[in-house]
């Protein structure tokens, strides 16, 4: 069982920057791949993107390049996903999930609760 959860989240300016934070508790997620998602109330959730575990390589939906970063933060045992240039499309639930193994091909079982970003001036 991997529990995750997301810190990070709140309100930010239109074109300003938010780093949305994943860990495990109770044990680590360093040598899992994290996905990162998000939802809006009453749309299907999104897929922004994926890092896999030791090899830490990143891969993003086409709709999320350029404005979207995940990466790992080994000190503190934790995957970020950066968001800059937040845009008034960007507001929603952000979750970060795990299948447990080291590939993001693999599917996505455990979920934390999610962070929720709202974008207002």
């Known amino acids: 069982q991997v529990q995750l959860v997301e810190s990070g989240g709140g309100l930010v300016q239109p074109g300003g920057s938010l780093t949305l934070s994943c860990a495990a508790s109770g044990s680590t997620l360093d040598y899992y791949a994290i996905g990162w998602f998000r939802q809006v109330p009453g749309r299907a959730r999104e897929e922004v993107g994926c890092?896999?575990?030791?090899?830490?390589?990143?891969n993003y939906a086409d709709s999320k390049k350029g404005r979207f970063t995940i990466r790992r933060n080994n000190a503190k045992h934790t995957v970020e996903l950066q968001i800059i240039n937040v845009k008034t499309e960007d507001p929603a639930v952000y979750y970060c999930?795990?299948?447990?193994?080291?590939?993001?091909?693999?599917?996505?079982?455990?979920w934390g609760e999610g962070t929720r970003v709202i974008v207002a001036s």
């Open positions: 890092v896999s575990g030791s090899v830490a390589s990143s």
């Open positions: 999930a795990t299948g447990g193994f080291e590939g993001c091909e693999h599917e996505k079982d455990y």
